[in-house]
């Protein structure tokens, strides 16, 4: 028996029993089951391992639509907002869900510069640091240890209008605590931050310079800098925001939730895909460029290979962020890195992989981390840096999910149930009788 579903409702017949479940509406893209009820009323739980169809939230932050190819920060265009803003202005938009007055993005601006300069003692964390450290490692550890520097009186993380100190700290000790991680691996003096240079020349500036190369910042790597951190702001409920999110469940202080995010997404299927796939197009150079061969371990089920940068759980189609940042590896390495052999051959792979039709029927497209190592490796960095400036482009965005989930009055400890297939009750064996 299977009644109607109502505008309000969906019914789930059990055979003993009919569930009514309400809808919860959207303002785009699916509406939601709330089905929080099913396990009291039922004894049955929903399963669904990689959590494809379920929502833990409700969120105004980003919206995709992976059928479509679509990505907005707080309804506006990813198109646009690479074009237009820059990465102040863009977090500015994640955490008020306003686009600044040249006033407030000044103000805003200012406090991130302002908290840039880590604790002078913090120094010795990077003495103690052995030089071939994981820079992620060092980035999740440090910004945990800005709380043992920086613990303030509580602050009323509850009120919607009050901006937490933490927020402008995080924004602003990050990039210096990744550039410090960078100089100690390069056994290179530390950098400060420069008052007098904007977010993205400053990352540049205390990642490049030394006293022997007076390194001035380039404003086209600057940008296209820029725009990276601004392409990787916010991506919905993926695998970090939701770590994110669920760390925040249960109150822990922004940055506990924040360096969670950031282990999170060192993962290789994750934000460590980028220095994957740089890694992966040197070996098809070292062996032949041999591209057949690298589609063909691919699609063999058997083989763990995977096509890095390639894929998505959401996108079925072209990545929208991969498709600016093609563009700008094109740009960039047009003037620095011209006939770059990894351009090149990414170029090849790509055209190849979407003419495969194991890739066209698995809608397997190049996604966010497909071309944007090319332009960090422009840049100079080394591919263990590539996620942990994924990881700072990404903070706004953590951030804003952090705000969002401690202010929903709906929000609960993320406490999910399981399907237990283990062994039945059994009583204890002595030692003396065991086989
Ligand atoms: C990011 O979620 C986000 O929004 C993430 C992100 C963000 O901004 O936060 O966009 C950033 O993490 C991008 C993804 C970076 N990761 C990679 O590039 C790693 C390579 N990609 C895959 O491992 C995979 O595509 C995932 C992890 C991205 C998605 O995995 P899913 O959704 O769990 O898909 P799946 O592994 O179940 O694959 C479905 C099918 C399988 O084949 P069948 O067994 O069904 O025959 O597609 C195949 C997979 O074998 N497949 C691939 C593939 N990706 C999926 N086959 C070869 N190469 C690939 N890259």
């Not at 937490?164 to 924004?171: G, I, K, T």
């Not at 699609?299 to 894929?311: K, Q, T, W």
């Not at 960095?381 to 999910?401: C, D, E, H, N, S």
Request: charged share 20%; with cysteine.
């Amino acid at each position: 028996m299977t009644l109607p579903n109502s505008p309000e409702h969906a019914f789930l017949d059990l055979g003993s029993e009919t569930l009514e479940i309400p809808f919860v509406p959207a303002s785009e893209g699916g509406a939601g089951l709330a089905i929080n009820h099913l396990r009291p009323k039922t004894g049955y739980v929903v399963y669904d391992p990689g959590f494809s169809s379920v929502a833990p939230c409700k969120s105004s932050i980003t919206y995709l639509d992976g059928e479509n190819g679509i990505l907005r920060y707080r309804g506006y265009p990813i198109e646009q907002i690479a074009e237009h803003l820059s990465f102040m202005e863009v977090s500015y938009l994640f955490i008020h869900d306003a686009l600044p007055t040249k006033e407030q993005l000044d103000v805003f601006t200012n406090m991130v510069r302002d908290n840039m300069m880590l604790p002078e003692n913090m120094r010795k964390f990077f003495d103690a640091i052995p030089k071939n450290a994981p820079p992620m490692a060092i980035l999740s550890s440090g910004i945990e240890m800005m709380t043992a520097y920086r613990r303030r009186e509580k602050e009323p993380i509850d009120d919607p209008d009050f901006i937490p100190s933490a927020v402008y700290r995080l924004l602003a000790e990050a990039p210096t605590i990744a550039a410090w991680s960078h100089k100690t691996s390069v056994d290179e003096p530390l950098v400060y931050p420069d008052g007098r240079l904007d977010y993205a020349s400053n990352i540049l500036h205390m990642l490049t310079w030394t006293p022997i190369n007076n390194y001035e910042v380039d404003p086209v790597m600057a940008r296209a800098l820029d725009v990276l951190l601004i392409l990787h702001g916010d991506h919905e409920q993926n695998c970090s925001t939701s770590t994110v999110r669920m760390v925040a469940s249960s109150r822990a202080d922004l940055h506990a939730c924040i360096s969670s995010g950031i282990n999170s997404l060192w993962g290789s299927l994750h934000g460590g895909a980028n220095q994957a796939v740089i890694e992966m197009l040197q070996t098809i150079l070292d062996n032949d460029r041999d591209i057949g061969r690298v589609l063909s371990r691919a699609r063999d089920r058997n083989d763990p290979f995977r096509l890095m940068g390639f894929g998505h759980r959401v996108y079925k189609t072209y990545d929208p962020r991969a498709r600016i940042i093609k563009q700008a590896a094109h740009d960039v390495l047009a003037t620095y890195m011209p006939n770059d052999p990894l351009l090149e051959l990414a170029m090849e792979l790509e055209e190849a992989a979407l003419q495969d039709d194991y890739f066209q029927s698995h809608n397997l497209y190049p996604n966010v981390d497909f071309y944007s190592g090319l332009i960090y490796r422009a840049m100079g960095l080394p591919a263990k840096m590539f996620t942990v400036m994924f990881a700072i482009g990404r903070l706004p965005g953590w951030i804003a999910q952090w705000r969002e989930a401690n202010l929903d009055p709906e929000s609960r400890i993320v406490r999910p149930r399981q399907v237990y297939v283990g062994p039945a009750k059994r009583d204890i064996i002595p030692i003396e009788e065991r086989g």
